[in-house]
């Protein structure tokens, strides 16, 4: 690197968003995660003994995806490589593959390859790490929002390890502002800010477990009490709702207020009292909360607690939420209040809550027993010669398109993690099935 290109990288840094200067670059310097980086856990051993693996983060934004991606190139001395799914194709992974086979020969350097938005990339593309990951001429990280089951192909799961990082805490999030706040050469040391407790927790509360939002709110408040002189004054809770352009909610400092207030929304719509559920929403707005948050919830209760009582209560909470994304603020309101009456005045039922988490706890249990036979894809005839789709029932060809036959797993046979109510329309999916269960049972007993 010569003087120019040296100071242009010094200038670009200097100009970056306080997020970017703010970027931890050592294990040591890293905040949250204890879960993955905590004394002798896997990936804190692979990291301090250099044994690193091709790995998946999994989380949502701001959590340390990509910093944690370069402290693990960091402090191993490997070579690093970085795009984005959504600008690279298959052309870029073959340049990337060859820069890897030559910092091997030349340098004797491993290279990391870090894929942000990894459940971006088409069948095609994920196919082409496949090889490398396997020879191990690459490490591969990918980052990712989405469930990597759904969007990661199956023989490159195989290859890597799924983590998932969590959100960061409200005092995980403070030690990052507090950094911030007194580094001298990244942060804002030199400024000698003041702040008041309240203007930082709104800062942290808005972030909601987001580091890099935090830091961009906290570099927003900044920047409307910086002068010209680089003289600053004190930061308050209008500065911080001035520079969000949010309205500071009346909470307390600790959020409490926050949490009291969905969950009476939440218990009002669950004891079916519209009135109560309208009065806890429009506390909520009015305050300043999210909409979008409390449509989020909704959503959630429309399967939690009706679930298929009243299949339409989900679609009527996803069209509020999406007519509030339509309208705003305040016509947009009116949409959620329809949807609050529609969920506190539908029949309830948490059959699918309780079922879904039977499952949950059996998977836990018996890990991922086979797939029977019957029902399994035969696509090729080597599949059908050992037995893949032997006897199975096509249901269309019997009446009412019902024939028994078994689909868990024989260490699972008869067991029963839907239990529907006579509520709503829950009472005709119990109906059926309990005559389905009467025509298995007497089939068996011929």
Not at 104 to 123: G, P
Not at 222 to 228: D, F, W
Not at 333 to 361: F, I, M, W
Request: avoid cysteine; hydrophobic fraction near 40%; charged fraction near 30%.
């Amino acid at each position: 690197m010569d003087l120019f290109e040296k100071q242009d990288k010094e200038l670009e840094k200097q100009s970056a968003p306080l997020a970017d200067r703010m970027r931890q670059e050592t294990l040591q310097e890293f905040v949250g995660q204890s879960h993955l980086l905590g004394p002798g856990s896997l990936l804190r051993h692979a990291i301090e003994e250099d044994k690193l693996f091709s790995v998946i983060f999994w989380g949502p934004p701001g959590v340390g995806k990509t910093t944690l991606a370069r402290i693990m190139a960091n402090d191993t001395k490997a070579h690093f490589e970085m795009f984005s799914a959504v600008l690279s194709g298959v052309k870029e992974i073959r340049a990337v593959i060859e820069e890897a086979k030559s910092q091997l020969r030349y340098y004797q350097r491993k290279t990391i390859l870090f894929v942000d938005e990894i459940h971006r990339f088409n069948k095609a593309q994920q196919d082409a790490f496949l090889p490398h990951v396997e020879s191990g001429l690459i490490t591969l990280i990918g980052a990712t929002t989405e469930n990597p089951s759904f969007e990661v192909i199956a023989p490159l799961l195989s290859r890597t390890r799924v983590m998932v990082l969590q959100p960061y805490s409200d005092e995980e999030l403070h030690m990052i502002l507090q950094r911030a706040l007194d580094n001298k050469e990244k942060g804002f040391g030199l400024l000698a800010l003041e702040i008041e407790k309240d203007a930082l927790s709104h800062i942290i509360w808005a972030a909601d477990g987001d580091a890099r939002a935090v830091l961009n709110n906290l570099e927003a408040a900044v920047s409307l009490v910086r002068k010209k002189d680089g003289s600053v004054k004190r930061i308050t809770k209008a500065i911080v709702e001035k520079a969000l352009q949010k309205k500071v909610l009346q909470y307390d400092k600790s959020g409490e207020e926050h949490y009291n207030l969905i969950s009476a929304f939440h218990k009002s719509l669950r004891g079916s009292d519209p009135d109560a559920a309208l009065y806890w929403l429009g506390r909520m707005l009015e305050a300043g909360e999210d909409p979008l948050y409390i449509a989020r919830r909704m959503v959630r209760f429309a399967s939690e607690d009706i679930g298929n009582a009243d299949p339409s209560a989900l679609t009527i909470a996803l069209s509020a939420m999406q007519a509030f994304h339509f309208i705003g603020l305040p016509e947009g309101e009116l949409a959620l209040a329809q949807a609050a009456v529609y969920l506190a005045t539908a029949p309830k039922s948490n059959a699918l809550y309780t079922g879904y988490g039977k499952v949950k706890d059996t998977i836990k249990k018996t890990g991922t027993l086979p797939v029977p036979l019957h029902i399994r894809n035969a696509p090729t005839k080597l599949m059908t010669e050992i037995g893949y789709g032997k006897n199975y029932k096509y249901a269309h060809d019997y009446k009412d398109a019902y024939v028994p036959q078994e689909y868990l797993p024989e260490e699972l046979r008869d067991r029963r993690f839907y239990t529907p109510t006579a509520r709503g329309y829950e009472k005709i999916i119990k109906e059926h099935l309990d005559k389905w269960l009467k025509i298995k049972k007497a089939k068996r007993e011929d």
